[in-house]
């Protein structure tokens, strides 16, 4: 069972462990390298909102950036099976984060938050959300009224999602992050200070010259990229949809508190 109130660094490690979030993940290597091959091969449904251009056109490149940022197994020719991301650059990312949101604490900046893994993540965003509000940030209302190709961007519990089908949406696409900072320009509203959120919805908002923070899976390589590249200020590595999303409160409890915002 996952631990209750605010973990120690190091019960905070045995945790993601324990839960699968970091550690020997769900993701198998095989997936991992096809998508690191693809990125590299340019499919830009890899790319998470970025433009990475031909920076990253060899896959050796991009596997020593998840080795080194995420903890995959640095192997070029392990090709098959259990691969891993290491919990202790987790925390490390997880701290950098917290340092990014304290500094929106106290600058009492404006924060727009979102997700593409509502079935896991939203729940982690929502609390930082109303952590940030109550330490006097304003939480960033998207426009009514926007969608995308694959449906309509929505905002629940302060966080922006796609819903599609009366039913909220798994996107790595950039377009739904896109379609907002779009309609805050076309209003004359102010972009955010920051965005935090995860996949294509973090990556396009750094590609779009906005302070960024997000979450990736292993196999999601274009945010460890952009990090690599001083583009996104933060990504976290992490299994990013694990048994129970109650998995997940140690995690945002900790992060919160090394913000001071528990």
Not at 11 to 39: F, M
């Amino acid at each position: 069972m996952p631990i209750s109130g605010t973990p120690s660094r190091a019960e905070l490690i045995d945790h993601l462990v324990r839960t699968r979030i970091a550690g020997e993940v769900a993701t198998p290597r095989e997936n991992n390298l096809s998508h690191y091959r693809q990125l590299s091969n340019g499919v830009r449904n890899f790319w998470l909102g970025l433009e990475l251009g031909d920076r990253w056109t060899d896959e050796q490149d991009v596997l020593a950036v998840m080795a080194e940022r995420v903890g995959v197994n640095d192997d070029h020719e392990y090709r098959y099976g259990q691969d891993t991301i290491d919990p202790e650059l987790t925390v490390a990312a997880l701290e950098r984060m917290a340092g990014r949101l304290r500094k929106a604490a106290d600058g009492r900046q404006r924060v727009l938050f979102a997700t593409g893994h509502p079935g896991g993540l939203l729940d982690v965003h929502r609390a930082t959300a109303a952590a940030l509000r109550g330490a006097g940030c304003e939480v960033v209302v998207i426009p009514d009224g926007l969608q995308t190709d694959e449906g309509y961007v929505m905002q629940f519990a302060d966080v922006a999602v796609l819903e599609h089908g009366a039913t909220l949406w798994h996107t790595h696409s950039g377009e739904p992050m896109k379609a907002v900072l779009t309609a805050l320009e076309r209003e004359g509203r102010p972009l955010p200070d920051l965005v935090v959120a995860d996949h294509g919805w973090a990556g396009y908002a750094a590609q779009h010259g906005v302070d960024a923070v997000g979450y990736a899976d292993c196999n999601d390589p274009a945010l460890f990229l952009a990090e690599s590249e001083g583009t996104l200020q933060v990504a976290v590595p992490l299994d990013d949809h694990v048994v129970s999303p109650r998995y997940y409160d140690p995690m945002t409890a900790y992060l919160l508190a090394e913000a001071g915002l528990a």
